[in-house]
């Protein structure tokens, strides 16, 4: 008997230390992902941006984040979590140096640009799923990838600390900083982490292996689910501090200090969710979420008053999209076949991004400029995240549920 297939082979050497490098190497790279959302009004007075201009630019890092979560997946599943960590904080680096410098030129068509080069920096998620994954037995991944996940607490040290940052330090200091981690951070991942012994490279090409996690059904539910928790997060946290300053009239650091604040909820929810997710399993936890966030949406259309009405609902509102995206994972990591955990995670993870990618988008448009109000946008939501639950109760059956 082999130790991997021993009765305490879930208690790998290793396993806790290398989840939380993993965990900080998300963190960090989040960080990076979501440098322009926290200075976007900034940039909209700086440059003389609409609506629609403003909340494209906060979006764009979003759409490479997201669609590259694909290809990263599959080669993680070729390469490794070490190798594709380190790769992906180095070849961020560049980008984020490149941001400042259009924003010190404010040009908004460089900012565009370099903004989505920036995406590369989301992509880690694709490459720490099926790393930490590998780690753990299947009854424990729900909470592993849990604790992973909120890595995407990056987005709250960013909305937090990145207009502080450029208080104390200067705009350009600040892009540096930032830089300076990723490079580190990078050196850590190489020297100190290592791949599961459980972790066997595929021998596939990533063509065939993308096209083999197409063809499961689990892959394209988990990716519907997964594009309205974790995008629904994303695009608050992306616009959130463009929203709290149209609506509410905060200024650049109260916006980014609430932000952060609906961040760090859905942060500490993840986990919680994948904890669960892994005792009563995810369908309950999922359904749970989206109809948590459709009323909470409902609730946060009316305008709710400073502080506390509305920064509860805010917060319970990034509660229960925090339990969604835990509980989705949690799913995919019981459903989805070993050999294909990365495959299946840069697609599925793509989704949640591009989900993302959109309702900032929708905001901008449909943002009733007279009023202040973004009331048509968040109804929207709440329509998709019931349909969301529907689909979670009544349209997905699992391997263990359907028949022989």
């Known amino acids: 008997m082999t130790s991997t297939d021993s009765p305490s082979a879930g208690l790998l050497d290793g396993q806790r230390k290398n989840l939380a490098l993993a965990l900080w190497a998300f963190t960090i790279s989040f960080w990076a992902w ?46 490794g979590g070490r190798v594709m960590f380190t790769i992906l904080l180095i070849a961020s680096v560049p980008f984020v140096l490149l941001v400042a410098v259009a924003g010190h030129a404010r040009s908004y068509p460089l900012m565009l640009l370099f903004g989505f080069f920036l995406g590369i920096a989301g992509t880690t998620f694709a490459t720490g799923i099926p790393f930490v994954n590998a780690w753990y037995e299947q009854s424990r991944r729900g909470f592993a990838t849990g604790i992973f996940g909120a890595g995407m607490g990056g987005t709250a040290l960013s909305a937090f600390f990145t207009p502080r940052l450029v208080k104390w330090f200067g705009y350009g200091m600040t892009h540096v900083i930032i830089a300076v981690a990723l490079l580190l951070t990078a050196a850590l991942m190489w020297s100190a982490a290592r791949n599961s012994p459980r972790w066997q490279p595929t021998t596939d090409s990533v063509v065939p292996k993308l096209v083999a996690a197409v063809k499961l059904t689990i892959t394209w539910q988990m990716s519907f689910l997964y594009a ?8 608050f946290s992306t616009y959130l501090p463009t929203y709290l300053k149209d609506v509410y009239d905060f200024d650049l650091t109260g916006a980014g200090t609430r932000t952060a604040g609906f961040a760090i909820a859905a942060v500490l929810a ?14 309950p936890v999922a359904a749970v979420g989206f109809v948590g966030a459709a009323v909470l949406a409902v609730v946060v259309s009316f305008v709710p008053p400073p502080e506390v009405a509305a920064g509860s609902a805010f917060i319970v ?11 989705v994972f949690a799913w995919v990591g019981k459903e989805a076949p070993p050999a294909r955990v990365g495959a299946v995670t840069g697609i599925v993870g793509a989704a949640g991004g591009l989900g993302g990618y959109f309702p900032p988008l929708v905001m901008g448009a449909t943002y009733n400029a007279v009023d202040h109000r973004y009331t048509i946008g968040l109804v929207l939501l709440s329509v998709v995240a019931v349909l969301a639950c529907a689909y979670t109760l009544f349209g997905i059956r699992s391997r263990s549920e359907t028949p022989a």
């Open 228 to 235: 309205v928790a974790f995008g629904g997060f994303v695009a």
């Open 270 to 283: 993840r986990p919680v969710g994948g904890a669960i997710s892994d005792r009563i399993g995810p369908r």
């Open 317 to 327: 509102l990034a509660l229960f999209l925090g339990l969604g995206t835990g509980a």
């Open 34 to 79: 979501n440098l322009v959302g926290p200075l976007g009004v900034r940039y909209a007075e700086q440059m003389g941006l609409s609506a629609t201009q403003k909340s494209l630019l906060v979006a764009t890092p979003v759409l490479v984040g997201s669609v590259g979560r694909i290809p990263v997946g599959a080669l993680t599943d070729k390469l």
